[in-house]
């Protein structure tokens, strides 16, 4: 049953994020909104449930001390304040730690703090009292430890056994008690049950002075020795600095291999794959009709099982792609509470705006993109948002605005990162990248100022915290994006704010793409990113700031020549193919010698750094072994890109482009 609770612990975890987000507008309300609140109870029983039936403690034991609350709350017993909704994302934070260690394999966290104060919250109203299964005395214990500790005391541990002998004797639990209590402090008193029903009696005691009648003690059934409670024993000092190091981990569950599939979409493959059977068993019988020495063969045949197999297999691609498409809901829905967490850590306001929720992503891509979007949303808050003073000094709302937006184009996703903050100085940026020893770019712009973000080791912090800092973050977020087949662009303006923009394939796998080829060498380019395609003449061509453009509609477009681009020698034609590439960033002019047409190809990513190189996305192969490049048409707009010949600078490529 383990997948089988893995990918429902998701899904469950999943709507608990959803509610949450939505309970919070019910902070200090008489009432909160019934409907989330049973919701969320709902939710939080079925995960204590299928916790249950695998057997996972902690997780069942924190859905349960949470069901209680929740129950409070929906019988009007308890309010919702905002520690209370802090708590209640503990609870989730502390649910995803249990299932991706019990995915991992690894040790489960400790949940006894987060327990007490799931508790204390149920302890506001007058129906419950203190629970049994909760921890409290746990965290009310390690104060009482330190405070004796600090005092010069020492702990030790006293265990009672009573018995028949002993009782006849007038020695029993309670003169035990009361005799240690002039020994000492008792720290905690414990009943433990034997293997046989029997019992024994823990005392741990704060004494300034060690015992110095072992004998007599030892006559009264009773065993002493020093207490071991240090960090790396006690479990209720465990917990707390396990709870401590989770929290600086990823809010993320490990990843999951696993996706819901409609059973919908599993009919249509099953239909698809029927009717490639049959095309097949057309095109064998065909193809069996070449074998007769004097037959004569109707090709019309041949040629109507080709396409008809053609089509089916276009479908079946299609319908498994639609398989593998998740929300981006996933993993966007975690973000407002990391943003939540960092304001909480700081004297910073901000809230966190999703759009594009229901924007549907390849699951894997999903998966890789958590971390760098994580290190986004932090970045944003900790070098963008300024402080509530710095705001209003440039009469800006105190709180800021952080947006997290997903949108499709064409076969590309588009992922925006924006804040309202106090944006990039660029000549603070080149000052420490000369201080850290960063190569630093002959021009300033844009895209120079994210190379030097993205580069090994820099980092505008000389101490890191939490959000940022290490010098580590943008490196990886660029080398992700750039696995994925992707791209990252930056836009900023000092005093306005700052965007970061990821741009993915929806899919990992299979591309629509037109052939052109220019100097002898074929290059295949997305179909997603080609507009029209024109017949252009090398007499339409200007130059303009030394920019190769040609007339566009009512304006001018930049030339970008293939063979140029890739420095091909080759021969300029008087009459050429000019396919117009557009994206986000704008339009550019790509000049090729032919289109050769349209081929659906399967992507293989370039993921060897020494390969890697602007304006070219991946590489395939057309059936005859030869490897053909995919250009990447988002780079070729934004300008990153540029042609040997004339050197063009990014901002004047950005300005025609726009």
Same mark, same amino acid.
């Given at each position: 049953?383990?997948?089988?609770?893995?990918?429902?612990?998701?899904?469950?975890?999943?709507?608990?994020?959803?509610?949450?987000?939505?309970?919070?507008?019910?902070?200090?309300?008489?009432?909160?909104?019934?409907?989330?609140?049973?919701?969320?109870?709902?939710?939080?029983?079925?995960?204590?449930?299928?916790?249950?039936?695998?057997?996972?403690?902690?997780?069942?034991?924190?859905?349960?001390?949470?069901?209680?609350?929740?129950?409070?709350?929906?019988?009007?017993?308890?309010?919702?304040?905002?520690?209370?909704?802090? &708590?209640?994302?503990?609870?989730?934070?502390?649910?995803?730690?249990?299932?991706?260690?019990?995915? *991992?394999? *690894?040790?489960?966290?400790?949940?006894? *703090?987060?327990?007490?104060?799931?508790?204390?919250?149920?302890?506001?109203?007058?129906?419950?009292?203190?629970?049994? +299964?909760?921890?409290?005395?746990?965290?009310?214990?390690?104060?009482?430890?330190?405070?004796?500790?600090?005092?010069? !005391?020492?702990?030790?541990?006293?265990?009672?056994?009573?018995?028949?002998?002993?009782?006849?004797?007038?020695?029993?639990?309670?003169?035990?008690?009361?005799?240690?209590?002039?020994?000492?402090?008792?720290?905690?008193?414990?009943?433990?049950?034997?293997?046989? @029903?029997?019992?024994?009696?823990?005392?741990?005691?704060?004494?300034?002075?060690?015992?110095?009648?072992?004998?007599?003690?030892?006559?009264?059934? &009773?065993?002493?020795?020093?207490?071991?409670?240090? #960090?790396?024993?006690?479990?209720?000092?465990? #917990?707390?600095?396990?709870?401590?190091?989770?929290?600086?981990?990823?809010?993320?569950? #490990?990843?999951?291999?696993?996706?819901?599939?409609?059973?919908? +979409?599993?009919?249509?493959?099953?239909?698809?794959?029927?009717?490639?059977?049959?095309?097949?068993?057309? !095109?064998?019988?065909?193809?069996?009709?070449?074998?007769?020495?004097?037959?004569?063969?109707?090709?019309?045949?041949?040629?109507?099982?080709?396409?008809?197999?053609?089509?089916?297999?276009?479908?079946?691609?299609?319908?498994?792609?639609? &398989?593998?498409?998740?929300?981006?809901?996933?993993?966007?829905?975690?973000?407002?509470?990391?943003?939540?967490?960092?304001?909480?850590?700081?004297?910073?306001?901000?809230?966190?705006?999703?759009?594009?929720?229901?924007?549907?992503?390849?699951?894997?891509?999903?998966?890789?993109?958590?971390?760098?979007?994580?290190?986004?949303?932090?970045?944003?808050?900790?070098?963008?948002?300024?402080?509530?003073?710095?705001?209003?000094?440039?009469?800006?709302?105190?709180?800021?605005?952080?947006?997290? *937006? #997903?949108?499709?184009?064409?076969?590309?996703?588009?992922?925006?990162?924006?804040?309202?903050?106090?944006?990039?100085?660029?000549?603070?940026?080149?000052?420490?990248?000369?201080? !850290?020893?960063?190569?630093?770019?002959?021009?300033?712009?844009?895209?120079?100022?994210?190379?030097?973000?993205?580069?090994?080791?820099?980092?505008?912090?000389?101490?890191?915290?939490?959000?940022?800092?290490?010098?580590?973050?943008?490196?990886?977020?660029?080398?992700?994006?750039?696995?994925?087949?992707?791209?990252?662009?930056?836009?900023?303006?000092?005093?306005?704010?700052?965007?970061?923009?990821?741009?993915?394939?929806?899919?990992?796998?299979?591309?629509?793409?037109?052939?052109?080829?220019?100097?002898?060498?074929?290059?295949?380019?997305?179909?997603?990113?080609?507009?029209?395609?024109?017949?252009?003449?090398?007499?339409?061509?200007?130059?303009?700031?030394?920019?190769?453009?040609?007339?566009?509609?009512?304006?001018?477009?930049?030339?970008?020549?293939?063979?140029?681009?890739?420095?091909?020698?080759?021969?300029?034609?008087?009459?050429?193919?000019?396919?117009?590439?557009?994206?986000?960033?704008?339009?550019?002019?790509?000049?090729?010698?032919?289109?050769? @047409?349209?081929?659906?190809?399967?992507?293989?990513?370039?993921?060897?750094?020494?390969?890697?190189?602007?304006?070219?996305?991946?590489?395939?192969?057309?059936?005859?072994?030869?490897?053909?490049?995919?250009?990447?048409?988002?780079?070729?707009?934004?300008?990153?890109?540029?042609?040997?010949?004339?050197?063009?600078?990014?901002?004047?490529?950005?300005?025609?482009?726009?």
């Amino acid at each position: 049953m383990r997948d089988d609770f893995l990918a429902e612990a998701d899904e469950h975890l999943v709507g608990i994020r959803q509610g949450l987000l939505q309970l919070e507008a019910s902070v200090g309300k008489a009432q909160p909104d019934a409907k989330v609140v049973e919701g969320l109870f709902l939710e939080f029983h079925s995960f204590k449930g299928i916790s249950a039936i695998v057997g996972l403690a902690p997780a069942e034991a924190v859905a349960h001390r949470t069901e209680d609350f929740l129950r409070l709350m929906r019988e009007g017993k308890a309010q919702l304040s905002a520690k209370g909704l802090e &708590v209640l994302m503990a609870a989730i934070q502390k649910l995803e730690q249990v299932v991706a260690a019990f995915r *991992s394999g *690894s040790p489960l966290p400790g949940y006894e *703090s987060l327990l007490a104060d799931i508790t204390a919250q149920c302890e506001h109203s007058s129906l419950t009292g203190p629970s049994p +299964r909760s921890g409290p005395s746990d965290t009310d214990l390690l104060t009482r430890v330190e405070e004796a500790r600090a005092r010069g !005391l020492q702990l030790w541990q006293y265990t009672f056994t009573p018995a028949r002998e002993l009782n006849a004797s007038g020695i029993t639990v309670t003169s035990v008690r009361e005799q240690l209590s002039n020994t000492g402090e008792i720290l905690k008193a414990t009943p433990q049950v034997q293997g046989k @029903g029997d019992l024994k009696f823990e005392f741990l005691i704060a004494a300034r002075d060690a015992p110095n009648d072992l004998a007599g003690w030892e006559a009264k059934g &009773v065993a002493i020795k020093p207490a071991e409670l240090e #960090a790396s024993q006690s479990p209720a000092i465990q #917990a707390e600095t396990a709870e401590s190091a989770e929290a600086e981990h990823s809010p993320f569950l #490990a990843p999951s291999h696993i996706v819901r599939v409609d059973l919908k +979409r599993l009919d249509d493959l099953m239909r698809i794959t029927g009717e490639m059977v049959i095309h097949r068993s057309r !095109l064998e019988a065909q193809l069996a009709r070449l074998n007769g020495a004097a037959a004569r063969v109707d090709l019309r045949g041949i040629q109507e099982a080709s396409g008809g197999m053609a089509r089916s297999l276009r479908e079946l691609r299609e319908a498994i792609m639609r &398989v593998r498409l998740v929300t981006v809901a996933e993993i966007f829905a975690r973000m407002p509470f990391v943003v939540r967490d960092l304001a909480r850590q700081t004297q910073k306001k901000a809230r966190l705006e999703l759009a594009g929720q229901d924007t549907a992503v390849d699951k894997y891509l999903i998966e890789r993109l958590k971390d760098p979007l994580l290190h986004l949303v932090r970045n944003a808050f900790s070098h963008g948002v300024e402080s509530p003073e710095e705001r209003a000094a440039a009469s800006k709302p105190q709180e800021a605005t952080i947006k997290l *937006s #997903a949108s499709t184009i064409g076969d590309s996703v588009i992922i925006r990162v924006q804040d309202d903050g106090r944006g990039i100085n660029p000549h603070a940026i080149l000052q420490r990248a000369k201080t !850290l020893g960063v190569e630093l770019p002959q021009a300033v712009d844009n895209h120079s100022i994210l190379q030097i973000l993205c580069a090994p080791g820099f980092s505008t912090r000389e101490d890191a915290d939490r959000a940022a800092g290490r010098g580590m973050g943008m490196t990886v977020v660029n080398a992700i994006v750039r696995e994925l087949g992707g791209n990252l662009t930056l836009d900023t303006e000092e005093g306005r704010g700052t965007q970061f923009t990821i741009r993915l394939p929806l899919t990992l796998a299979i591309a629509e793409t037109l052939l052109v080829e220019a100097a002898g060498q074929k290059c295949a380019i997305p179909q997603s990113f080609v507009r029209e395609i024109l017949l252009a003449s090398e007499d339409q061509l200007q130059i303009a700031n030394g920019i190769e453009v040609i007339p566009y509609r009512q304006g001018v477009l930049p030339v970008v020549r293939m063979a140029k681009l890739f420095n091909l020698p080759g021969t300029p034609r008087s009459k050429m193919c000019l396919l117009v590439i557009t994206s986000d960033r704008g339009s550019v002019g790509l000049l090729a010698e032919k289109v050769l @047409g349209q081929r659906e190809v399967v992507v293989n990513a370039l993921r060897d750094p020494l390969i890697q190189v602007p304006g070219i996305s991946g590489a395939t192969e057309l059936g005859d072994g030869k490897p053909v490049l995919i250009l990447d048409g988002a780079s070729l707009t934004s300008g990153s890109v540029r042609p040997a010949e004339p050197d063009i600078s990014s901002s004047q490529m950005h300005q025609y482009a726009t």
